[in-house]
């Protein structure tokens, strides 16, 4: 087997951080000899996330057995999916910082099953994978992660699930959202749908995709982070693994 040097584009910052979480963990249940020291673990996992290499490839990169490997994986992305936070207290700071309008959107993380797992199968995207619902800033930013749902689960669907409507109804902010949250009520603003529209409705509409654009980055972001991109894990991992990494990307946002 060959080996290599290779480069991470993250910060500084954000490996001390990781490492940092990792330390503390240690502290709190007394665990001595490990094989890795926790700067090394922690840079493990930023290179798992954001590169999405094998657990047999971390193993061989970082001189420990893939079962190690993915020992060492797991209890960070748990931990720091732990710090994500919950959706009530998301929202708020959203208010608190003055954001002018929020953006409600649905994507697919893309899983490796075969055809037969038909609840796993989206028809909107054609391929199997978990839906995640991502609110976000008009800049793009994450403002919050929800946990996963089979593909097959339509977006007002999982909204509804995870409590995303009545929260965003609480805050009283604006919210804008795709054609697919329709029927969510009146404080979620969606898109006129049918054809022959008159053109006032048309051009509401081109003002709604233009707004709503620069906040659907946010799902783009998220992928970035290569682990995300197809899944050959448990499907049902999704979500600790982008909400670990809604975590990441805000203190990498911090950090420039």
Known sequence: MLFYRASLPLSRQTLNYTTGVVRRHRKSIGSKGRALTPGIQALMVLVYLRKGETYLELGAGFGVSTTTAWRYVN?????????????????????????????????LIPIDRVRADRPFYSG?????????????????????????????????????????????????????????????????????RGRNKPESQKQANRSHARLRGPGERANAQLKTWKILRKLRCCPHRAGHLAKAIHVLHTRELAAR
């Open 75 to 107: 209890e960070v992305v748990m931990l720091l999916s732990a710090r994500s936070p919950k959706l009530r207290k998301a929202l708020a700071g959203a208010k608190r910082d003055g954001l002018l309008y929020l953006v409600l959107d649905g994507t």
């Open 124 to 192: 909107k995207h054609r391929m199997h994978g978990m839906n995640l619902q991502v609110i976000a800033g008009p800049d793009g930013g994450i403002v919050w992660v929800s946990g996963p749902l089979p593909g097959s689960t339509h977006d007002l669907t999982a909204a509804r699930i995870w409590g995303i409507v009545r929260e965003l109804a609480a805050t009283g902010m604006i919210v804008l959202a795709d054609k697919a949250y329709q029927g969510a009520g009146e404080h979620i603003t969606t898109p006129y």
